[in-house]
């Protein structure tokens, strides 16, 4: 029995019709729309919602303005909805109804369980080929125009008490911690064997609760580059990157996001199981980026932000002086 991973998350935002524009742009599917609230979808049925600030039935907000208002999770079945209504009964907010449980974490944060509703999909990915692996033969790599998101990856939270919360989600729901900031972060993942985390929790020198921000599975690098980029085109204000974390592997990008705090393409975050012992790292620069590039690329130049397009139709094909 374990969380398989987010089903669902909510917005509650103060500008409906850019956050919307904005996850159009991102490569999610609209399925609905009503006056307060659009939806949307993930290539295998992860559900992103956009509401209204003030849409009635909204979860208490951890931080003014435009923010994450819920998290849903996964589970298997319903027996284990029933095991985990049990653990949180006694938990602050604690709800049960409709296919759902829920409570308040101890940062705040409305979190919910369902069983499942993604589906299993299949994707092309793109192969890498290295000294000792050839996964890619007479077939060139793919080249994405935009992205389309498989999932919600994971959510990362500024926290009030990391340890807390930690114990919180390990005790509740089973969760295992992959590698610690100590006292500092904790990168949780759902089950022993999964991606590096689905949850990430950070203390802040002066700790408070807020979003820091929502991360989306693609497929492979390329796709974080091409989605990226087409992001860059819309018009959308890169944060950082490209750019790869050295905790967890994955190569990244993030944008600021209208409906609150920033949002990722990420891909290739190392896989762990029971095995892994969780690593202890000090926060810093080269702990969160290995490398990365200020400001992002520039989707019409295809290069960094600000530097000149090519010349000719070859590099060393420069216009005579």
Request: with cysteine; net charge negative.
């Amino acid at each position: 029995m374990s969380v398989l991973g987010i089903d669902e998350i909510t917005y509650g935002v103060e500008d409906l019709a850019s956050s919307a524009r904005f996850f159009a742009d991102w490569g999610l599917k609209q399925v609905a729309e009503d006056a307060d609230q659009v939806v949307f979808e993930s290539l295998n049925g992860c559900r992103v919602i956009v509401a209204a600030l003030d849409k009635p039935g909204l979860p208490p907000a951890i931080e003014p303005g435009s923010t994450l208002r819920e998290v849903v999770w996964g589970v298997e079945s319903e027996a284990d909805l029933k095991l985990y209504a049990e653990r949180i009964a006694g938990d602050a907010g604690f709800i049960e109804g409709e296919g759902r449980i829920g409570c308040t974490d101890p940062n705040g944060m409305a979190i919910r369980f369902q069983v499942t509703r993604k589906r299993d999909i299949q994707v092309q990915c793109g192969q890498s080929n290295t000294w000792q692996f050839k996964g890619r033969v007479n077939q060139a790599s793919p080249i994405y125009e935009r992205a389309q998101p498989i999932e919600v990856g994971h959510v990362v939270f500024f926290v009030k008490d990391v340890n807390a919360c930690e114990r919180f989600y390990s005790e509740r729901f089973g969760f295992v911690c992959s590698d610690r900031y100590p006292d500092r972060g904790a990168f949780m993942r759902c089950a022993e064997e999964g991606g590096h985390h689905d949850l990430f929790m950070l203390q802040l020198p002066q700790p408070r609760a807020g979003l820091n921000h929502v991360a989306f599975t693609v497929r492979d690098i390329h796709e974080v580059f091409g989605g990226g980029m087409h992001i860059s085109r819309c018009g959308w204000d890169t944060e950082i990157g490209p750019g790869r974390h050295p905790v967890s592997s994955a190569y990244f990008w993030y944008f600021r996001n209208p409906a609150g705090a920033l949002v990722e393409y990420y891909a290739d975050e190392d896989q762990l199981t029971g095995e892994w012992q969780a690593r202890t790292f000090e926060p810093g620069p080269t702990v969160f980026a290995e490398w990365a590039i200020a400001g992002g690329l520039d989707g019409n130049t295809r290069r960094q932000k600000n530097a000149e397009a090519p010349q000719g139709k070859f590099l060393t094909d420069k216009p005579k002086q």
